[in-house]
């Protein structure tokens, strides 16, 4: 009994070698390829860049809580009434601020990012535009 399935034969090995070499062959032109057209489509198609604008919210809450401190005594509310008052001012304030917001957002069509958040100075600020919108 032979074992001639156990020795590797040149030829087959020869020709297995071959065939990897077409497939890398193949392979690397299908990738180079596919990569081209890839960078071809980021070059040519047009980027949709994000508007950004910045709103100093810290100054809109500020000038807020000033108005607060005219409405009441400097030692804040003083019984249950003005208490609840205030919390109604507050939540009202509250909601006309977040619906200014999203309007100022969708007209713009951009994202809006406290001012606070943003270290460079190229975006613009809107924060007059969102004041203006606030009642008074």
């Not at 007209?107 to 009642?135: E, F, H, M, W, Y």
């Amino acid at each position: 009994m032979t074992n001639d399935h156990v020795y590797a034969y040149p030829d087959n090995d020869l020709s297995l070698s071959k065939k990897m070499k077409w497939f890398l062959i193949a392979l690397s032109i299908t990738v180079v390829g596919n990569a081209g057209m890839l960078l071809y489509w980021i070059w040519r198609m047009p980027s949709e860049r994000l508007s950004v604008a910045t709103v100093d919210l810290e100054k809109i809450v500020r000038e807020e809580q000033e108005r607060y401190t005219k409405v009441f005594t400097k030692q804040g509310p003083q019984n249950t009434e003005e208490w609840t008052r205030l919390n109604a001012m507050t939540q009202d304030f509250s909601s006309k601020l977040s619906d200014r917001l999203s309007d100022i957002s969708a007209g713009c069509d951009c994202v809006l990012i406290n001012r606070a958040a943003v270290i460079s100075a190229n975006a613009p600020d809107l924060t007059d535009l969102v004041r203006k919108g606030l009642p008074r």
